[in-house]
């Protein structure tokens, strides 16, 4: 399938999930995340949950990595579809943007260099590690910028496509990506 009829697809499928299966399925994300080998690094970014989209909520990741004393970084979205990425400190004042993405308003700027693991959000991804988002391009300009060797983790409610047909020579694909019933490694 393409693009464009794979983002309608998993926007309705979204949609149409209660509040109890995507809290549920959220957490079974978070519990597959523990079973892989990525907790010895120091530099994790991550995306905060845009309620709206029912997207995954990232609280217990987020939960997860303030436990093992990890560096948080937070995305700030920027007008050219850059992000700008903020170190997460008791002092962050969130606030939402025009896409009611809870993002820092300032703090202390990480540079995509020093980053280890990325978990990415995505509204569908392929057997191959293909991913779709909202079609910005945000995440595949942030992580050409990142180091070569960092973790790419995109998260999804749903399963694997067999294929998406219209990848683009810029499209960044994942190393993983986690459902709540399995880990896919490319």
Known sequence: ?????LRAK????????????????????????????????????????????????????????QGKDKHIILPKMNADTTLTNYLLTDGTVLKKNKYNVPEPLDG???????????????????????????????????????????????LSFFEAEEAITDVYKDDVPLDYCVTPQQIYRF
């Not at 519990?31 to 010895?40: S, V």
């Not at 992580?143 to 790419?152: E, H, P, Q, R, T």
């Open 10 to 65: 998993y926007t309705e499928l979204r949609k149409n999930l209660s509040i109890d299966e995507s809290e549920d399925k959220s957490i079974e994300i978070a519990n597959q995340l523990l079973k892989m080998p990525i907790w010895d690094f120091n530099y994790y970014h991550i995306f905060l949950t845009i309620e709206e989209k029912k997207e995954i909520d990232t609280s217990t990741i987020l939960s997860i990595l």
């Open 108 to 154: 202390i700027e990480i540079s995509p260099l020093k980053i280890d693991v990325v978990f990415i959000p995505l509204l569908a991804f392929d057997k191959k590690g293909n991913r779709i988002g909202y079609g910005k391009g945000f995440y595949d300009q942030f992580l050409s910028d990142c180091k070569a060797d960092v973790i790419k983790i995109g």
């Open 1 to 5: 399938m393409i693009k464009k009829e």
